[in-house]
């Protein structure tokens, strides 16, 4: 079965740095784009990253453009986002999503795994 185990959250000050990690397994892993939702008390889901199935080419949001770095490496079957310059804001479950075809989506109805989720909360 197909399980992804997102790692790495936690609290942090603002301006402060992490690293979350999404391990895949269950799936041909680069086969999949993969992406980084957020979601926060009362709010959708929202896109923050997501790269190619290669890994070759990513797109963030603009609201975290130039912060945070998504990065895949298939032979350990990993996704990672690394965010910096964290602001409060940015506080939310952090989920990774798997997606079944090569090519970068933005919507959460395109993504056909997803994990567990991972808070991330940033102190002002």
């Known amino acids: 079965q197909v399980q992804l185990v997102e790692s790495g959250g936690g609290l942090v000050q603002a301006g402060g740095s992490l690293r979350l990690s999404c391990a895949a397994s269950g799936l041909f892993f680069s086969r999949f784009a993969m992406g980084w939702f957020r979601q926060a008390p009362g709010k959708e889901r929202e896109f923050v990253a997501a790269i190619t199935s290669s890994g070759g080419y990513a797109y963030a949001a603009d609201s975290v453009k130039g912060r945070f770095t998504i990065s895949k490496d298939n032979a350990k079957n990993t996704v990672y986002l690394q965010m910096n310059s964290l602001k409060p804001e940015d506080t939310a479950v952090y989920y990774c999503?798997?997606?079944?075809?090569?090519?970068?989506?933005?919507?959460?109805?395109?993504?056909?795994?997803w994990g567990q989720g991972t808070q991330v909360t940033v102190s002002s």
């Open positions: 999503g798997a997606r079944g075809l090569a090519t970068i989506s933005v919507l959460v109805s395109e993504y056909d795994y």
